[in-house]
């Protein structure tokens, strides 16, 4: 059996893609997880911090934002911990496809079970805090350039962290700073939007920061897989 | 003659070299400190807008230069250590963060005591003082995920990433007072000339090369503490210190 298969980005791309989105579909579990927890936080607040519609108006993008950030944050471990466990990322390191190629699928399949289905809900929740609809749909693009990106910092974050002690605290301490420029900006296009400036600054910071991420972090990705799997 | 540039590389040579250098370190930095206290708290004229306040300059804005610099050193030493795989630039990475989080924290800190008379709080959520936040906790992640691996190599690894893809946060803190309009003020100093008293100026450059030396120093003294640590099993510490126990936890 002397037979060597030349490895490709995107045929790596696509088998990882496709593997961890039938696991998502399979185990609808997590992903059902992901999703109550941000419905039940982002309905904590109203009870917190008082039922006053004008300021949940103007607390609204931010508490969907730092929700929606949360979530995704909780479903991280899930991209690498369970493959570095079992083996199985061990075998995927020895396929002939690039590193970089099936990383950059399981993290585009996370984003799929985890960041997509809270863009597609986030209008949901937008109307229980009475924004109105233009900031609705700012607020539902922003999360749709932004989740990506939370998916590519928390990937890097979580390859760094397998084998380690205290995992989950740890995870938090790493990435939850990471997150806070996609934060800022995401938030700030919804609000720029409520106080009749314009979100596309706010929109296209978010846009280009998913664009240097999805070129630059994939490596990093790969390097944090490498030293885990030494 | 050819230079051996990675003579210094071997934790044992540069365990003697360290301990014969940092006293050295400490000593520039009182000097320097002594000098730069008596100018900035007595020579220095009153801030004409400020009043005395404008004082807290002196301990501000070398431990804020200081806090992104270092992270600098920190990354590169990181990016030493991935690229050459020498065991010595992991550790001096390691030395580097403490004194990297304190001089963050001071920044914060006396930022927010001068905050109070001049803003008229001790805290905003501006860029400036949002992104620093950031780089404690950057340094604070790097302490961890170095100190959580049962491999010490590992932990090495893990961090100097880590340390290499926060880089991306100190372009955000040097230049957020230009990119965002914000409370924090722009710099006072630049390298086209200053917009301040001599006086104040040479203070502050005192200070700041008193914090330079200060952190050299530290991370020489806490480099060796690593470096025992690390080399206990070797024969050479072991006649260094023979009272070290073959076998420490950890």
Not at chain 2, 111 to 133: C, H, N
Request: proline share 6%.
């Amino acid at each position: 059996m002397n037979e060597t298969v030349d490895g490709t980005f995107a045929a790596g791309f696509r088998w990882a893609f496709a593997r961890d989105v039938r696991l998502a579909w399979r185990h609808p579990g997590e992903t059902l997880l992901v999703i109550a927890f941000f419905i039940l936080v982002a309905s904590l607040f109203p009870l917190g911090v008082g039922a006053d519609p004008g300021l949940l108006q103007r607390i609204g993008p931010g508490v969907i934002w730092v929700c929606a950030l949360l979530a995704a944050f909780l479903s991280l471990p899930g991209i690498f911990a369970a493959d570095y466990a079992d083996g199985t990322l061990e075998q995927m390191a020895l396929s002939p496809h690039p590193m970089a190629g099936w990383a950059s699928g399981k993290i585009a399949a996370h984003w799929i079970a985890s960041g997509l289905p809270l863009t597609i809900l986030s209008p949901l929740i937008a109307l229980q805090y009475g924004l109105a609809p233009d900031s609705l749909a700012v607020l539902a693009c922003a999360l749709a350039l932004g989740t990506p990106l939370l998916s590519l910092l928390g990937a890097a974050c979580g390859a760094l962290t397998l084998g380690a002690r205290g995992g989950g605290v740890l995870l938090a301490l790493l990435a939850l700073p990471l997150f806070v420029p996609v934060l800022v900006f995401g938030a700030g296009a919804a609000e720029a939007q409520a106080t009749g400036l314009s979100p596309s600054p706010h929109l296209s910071l978010l846009g280009a920061g998913l664009i240097v991420g999805a070129m630059a972090l994939p490596a990093a990705v790969c390097a944090a897989v490498r030293i885990a799997l030494d | 003659m050819t230079i051996n540039w990675f003579y210094f590389s071997s934790p044992s040579t540069f365990y003697r070299f360290a301990g014969a250098l940092a006293p050295w370190f400490f000593a520039l930095a009182a000097l320097a400190a002594t000098a730069g206290l008596y100018i900035g708290l007595v020579v220095a004229p009153t801030d004409a807008q400020q009043g005395e306040v404008y004082r807290v300059i002196f301990v501000h804005v070398p431990a804020a230069w200081m806090s992104m610099f270092l992270y600098f050193i920190m990354a590169a030493y990181a990016a030493m250590s991935l690229t050459f795989n020498t065991r010595l630039a992991a550790m001096m990475a390691r030395a580097i963060a403490p004194t990297g989080a304190m001089f963050t924290f001071v920044a914060l800190w006396t930022g927010a005591f001068w905050g109070k008379p001049t803003w008229g709080t001790y805290w905003v959520w501006d860029a400036r003082i949002t992104s620093e936040l950031v780089l404690l906790f950057l340094y604070f992640g790097f302490i961890a995920l170095a100190s959580a691996f049962e491999d010490p190599r590992r932990g090495d690894r893990a961090a100097a990433l880590l340390a290499i893809i926060g880089v991306v946060n100190l372009p955000i803190i040097y230049f957020s007072v230009q990119w965002w309009n914000t409370l924090h003020q722009g710099s006072s100093v630049s390298f086209k000339g200053t917009s301040m008293h001599v006086s104040m100026l040479y203070g502050m450059l005192l200070m700041a090369l008193a914090s330079w030396m200060y952190s050299i120093g530290t991370a020489l003294v806490r480099v060796r503490a690593i470096i025992v640590e690390r080399e206990r099993r070797t024969r050479w510490v072991r006649d260094l210190h023979p009272a070290i126990p073959r076998s420490v936890p950890g």
